[in-house]
């Protein structure tokens, strides 16, 4: 079992939708909860970054952490077809050297 | 620069060849990460350097894979004797601060090709 487990889609949505993106985790260790976007053939691009639980709003992105139940959520509100692409989800631990990365939500906004 | 960088960007490989992928950092930053992307999925950590030290080479997936950073700024990772499982896509990400408890700003990769 991956320490992060992320359904990798793929999403297709309208635009305008509200998007929700998931992943599941196994290790209590984990504070440090990140949200990446990654365009075909380009590097993971940094979306919000939250630490332990609660909620955490930038313009149309909203990232929510519930570290009781293991589940972090990133939700794309008026999605836009530039929203296109891959969403990783990453976390860490206090100590550590390393994210641990889900496989990634390919995300498509159809106009 | 303004972000973190990376050459070749792509990289194609017979058997059996050695390669070396750079890695430019953001100026200043302490932490320098490497981690291999294979097709359809998320980053693998490979190795992690807090200015010239290499503190965790964990995930190096064998002893044909090094890496380096001498002066604690530009890296270098090294394949030996490349095989076709080493194709993926290896991101560089850079971080001002110690560890992984913080943001990590990654490069656009290097895709290595081995036929």
């Known amino acids: 079992q991956k320490e992060v487990e992320q359904d990798p889609g793929p999403l297709s949505v309208p635009e305008g939708a509200i998007v929700s993106l998931n992943c599941t985790y196994s290790?209590?260790?984990?504070?440090?909860f990140m949200w990446y976007r990654q365009y075909s053939r380009k590097g993971p691009e940094l979306l919000m970054y939250t630490y332990s639980s609660g909620n955490k709003e930038d313009g149309r992105f909203t990232a929510q952490v519930d570290k009781s139940s293991k589940y972090i959520s990133l939700f794309i509100r008026d999605s836009q077809p530039s929203d296109s692409a891959t969403y990783l989800c990453a976390m860490s631990i206090n100590t550590g050297n390393q994210f641990y990365f889900g496989t990634g939500t390919s995300l498509t906004v159809i106009p | 620069g303004a972000g973190v960088s990376q050459s070749p960007r792509y990289k194609v490989a017979k058997r059996g060849q050695d390669v070396a992928l750079r890695c430019d950092p953001i100026?200043?930053?302490?932490?320098l990460f490497w981690y291999q992307q294979a097709l359809g999925q998320g980053p693998e950590f490979l190795t992690y350097f807090q200015n010239e030290a290499q503190l965790d080479k964990s995930g190096l997936p064998s002893d044909r894979f090094f890496a380096e950073r001498p002066e604690g700024s530009v890296s270098t990772l090294k394949i030996q004797r490349t095989q076709q499982e080493d194709s993926a896509v290896y991101l560089c990400?850079?971080?001002?601060?110690?560890?992984?408890?913080?943001?990590?700003?990654f490069g656009p990769g290097t895709r290595l090709t081995v036929l």
């Open positions: 100026s200043g930053h302490v932490s």
């Open positions: 990400a850079s971080s001002p601060h110690a560890g992984a408890a913080n943001e990590q700003f």
């Open positions: 290790n209590s260790a984990f504070q440090y």
